[in-house]
């Protein structure tokens, strides 16, 4: 099975993944990756009004090939 | 037992029943000699059976505190004859009837449900000395199925053999409840965990538990402990996803608190590692001289007493 990587950018620190996951295909690894989302989010909201999560899925070669963006934004109204 | 005798030690129980009068010498200790407490004792005859890392569910129950010689020789009896069974593979189904208790000898199991999208939830690990189902049979039915997630070792007690124990023998029959009773903690602790814990001290708190848990059946050694389980499986019993499973793993690595290598895990820190996963062993209801030998290995006092 190949190995994907899944690095993590929460807008303040970019996180490479240095241990990956060995999955199926980049569908299924599409799929890891959104579903990462909400758990992301969970918790770590954010103090402020607008932040991105943004988790770009590589290769073992280092291709990136999908990239997912859970976007947050909070104001008074 | 209507089932052939393993050439293990436990033969040698049976020929020389462990008596007070006729006792084995364990180097240059003999039970008999009146400066040893019961505890001692039963700590002497507990290293002199079962195979060089002793018997896991007698180390296990004996955290209960009130086993005598009879019943160490008779769980030694009951547990000496162990399949093995590859990882991966079904112990018992759900919606299969229970007829053996199961328990496991060596390995890693856990208790899983499907779910109607092909997903998998695991609610509880099994590990050495664990009691797979011991009062399901009061069902009619698994409503969850049990699986091994590593080559295991398992024996299957007949449900006479409880019914026996239950009726006839007092004080095993205490630590099989207080056995149950902590499975039920752990489960409570699992749903705080599953709940309210943030990923990174859920994560923290089963790796905290399970080196505890394996500690107590002699697991762990130094803090390093076998998890041979892949991310996938860990996200099932963490409720959590794979991606961000591995994450919590390296930022936990990247803290210094632990460390993996290959299918070894080793807490570095178990102080610090408790403090972050707000976990207290309480819930584990181990005896005192368990509790005291993970003081001894350098974990605060504090947080068990």
Known sequence: ?77 | MNRPIAPSSSTRIRAHPLTRRNVPEVGAMRLDEPEHSATERRSIIMKSIGHSGGNPAILKLNQAGTLEERDLSKLSAITCTSYLIDGKRDIIQQGEPPKDVHLMMSGLACRYKMLPDGSRSIMALLVPGDFCDLHVAILGHMDHGIGTLAPSRVVDIPREIIDDLTSNEPRITRTLWWATLVDEAILREWLVSMGRRRAMERVAHLLCELEVRLKTVHLSEGGSFELPINQETLADMLGMSLVHVNRMLQKLSKDRLISISGKTVTIHDRAALWDFAGFDPGYLHLSRHSLAALVDVGCVAEASA
């Open chain 1, 1 to 77: 099975m190949p190995h994907f990587f899944f690095d993590v950018d929460d807008g303040a620190k970019f996180e490479r993944d240095l241990v990956g996951a060995e999955l199926d295909d980049r569908i299924a690894a599409r799929h890891a990756a959104v579903i990462s989302m909400p758990d992301l989010a969970r918790d770590e909201i954010p103090d402020g009004e607008a932040w991105e999560w943004r988790v770009r899925v590589r290769e073992g070669d280092g291709t990136y090939f999908f990239e997912a963006i859970l976007s947050f934004r909070a104001r008074w109204i």
